[in-house]
Antibody, heavy 122, light 110 residues
Framework: EVQLVESGGDLVQPGGSLRPSCVGS????????MSWVRQAPGKGLEWVST????????YYADSVKGRFTISRDNSKNTLFLQMNSLRADDTAVYYC???????????????WGQGSLVTVSS | EIVMTQSPATLSVSPGERVTLSCRAS??????LAWYQQKPGQTPRLLIY??????TGIPARFSGSGSGTAGTEFTLTISSLQSEDFAVYYC?????????FGQGTKVEVK
């Protein structure tokens, strides 16, 4: 059974940092593109970042570019999102999601984690 | 950046009705469009990818289509709405970076 389990969400002050992670199991993690998608309270889905299967290519939304860094450790089946210079509008549930489109980094996602809440507040 | 516009924002319907949701892209995205369903407190559920291919386990009452060769107009149709279909529906383009989701259409009980 494919599972994506996020952790690391927390309450952090504006300007602070956080590094949520997502562990994949039940599939060959190293061959899949992975993404982070967030959802602010009561709002819609917002794509945040995507990383290729080998980690060589990364993509970011303009709203997080220069502040967030996506990475992965394929030996540990783990995806990371280093979040720096956090702002109140970064408050959201952060989902990790697996890309399904073979041969492409840009893809839809069938499998999603349960989400990890990041709250930025003083 | 491509803008994805969904309409209507809210749709009030009765069980058994046929439902049509629209998603428009500000420029051509070929058929690189997905639809998701999200219920309160749940993770998004993939319904459709490639504009018209149903995801694994999705009932046949859900169908997706794109209009002609322009690659900008897309539709999600629920042929006969069931009680479990009341939810928010999002479209997503994955043709070019950045990926963009539409703002969502809420399907609520009439």
């Amino acid at each position: 059974e494919v599972q994506l389990v996020e952790s690391g969400g927390d309450l952090v002050q504006p300007g602070g940092s956080l590094r949520p992670s997502c562990v994949g199991s039940g599939f060959t993690f190293r061959i899949y593109t992975m993404s982070w998608v967030r959802q602010a309270p009561g709002k819609g889905l917002e794509w945040v970042s995507t990383i290729s299967s080998d980690g060589s290519s990364t993509y970011y939304a303009d709203s997080v570019k220069g502040r967030f860094t996506i990475s992965r450790d394929n030996s540990k089946n783990t995806l990371f999102l280093q979040m720096n210079s956090l702002r109140a509008d970064d408050t959201a549930v952060y989902y990790c999601a697996r890309g399904e489109r073979v041969g492409h980094v840009n893809s839809w996602s069938y499998y999603w984690g349960q989400g990890s809440l990041v709250t930025v507040s003083s | 950046e491509i803008v994805m516009t969904q309409s209507p924002a809210t749709l009030s319907v009765s069980p058994g009705e046929r439902v049509t949701l629209s998603c428009r892209a500000s420029q051509s995205i070929s058929n690189n469009l997905a639809w998701y369903q999200q219920k309160p407190g749940q993770t998004p559920r993939l319904l459709i990818y490639g504009a018209s291919t149903r995801a694994t386990g999705i009932p046949a009452r859900f169908s997706g289509s794109g209009s002609g060769t322009a690659g900008t107009e897309f539709t999600l149709t629920i042929s006969s709405l069931q009680s479990e279909d009341f939810a928010v529906y999002y479209c997503q383009q994955y043709n070019i970076w950045p990926q963009v989701f539409g703002q969502g259409t809420k399907v609520e009980v009439k």
